[in-house]
């Protein structure tokens, strides 16, 4: 099976810039409304730094830390979630290898109406 094409030490990084970025997006629309309203700039500064820090604890409560983290087979996670994708296929695969249909040789189930 073909491996993640990043690594943990990537996927860690990429969280943090992201969690940055939005924090920093959040902060500075919040900058900007403040200018554009006509409010001095010490309080366009207050606005962009107390809005950046909303946003970051924004980031921090919506953005996971695990983006597409652990492969299904690799993970240790003690709560059952379920079936993993294409569970359902292997699992009906490996009951009609284990139990085959019946033929007579042309494709047809001997339970069908013949001529």
Known sequence: MVGPSISDDD???FVKRLKIGFALLVGLSMG??????GAPLS?????????TAVGGVLAWFTIPDSIGGIA??????????GRTPGEALREQQ???DEHP????????SPGRNRK
């Not at 900007?32 to 309203?37: F, P």
Request: aromatic letters at 6%.
């Open 11 to 13: 996927r860690k990084v």
């Open 32 to 37: 900007l409304v403040t200018l554009y309203s």
């Open 43 to 51: 309080l366009v500064a207050g606005a962009t730094v107390g809005a």
């Open 72 to 81: 299904y087979e690799e993970r240790n996670d003690p709560v059952q979630r």
């Open 94 to 96: 490996r009951t009609e």
């Open 101 to 108: 249909r019946a033929a007579d040789g042309n494709g047809q």
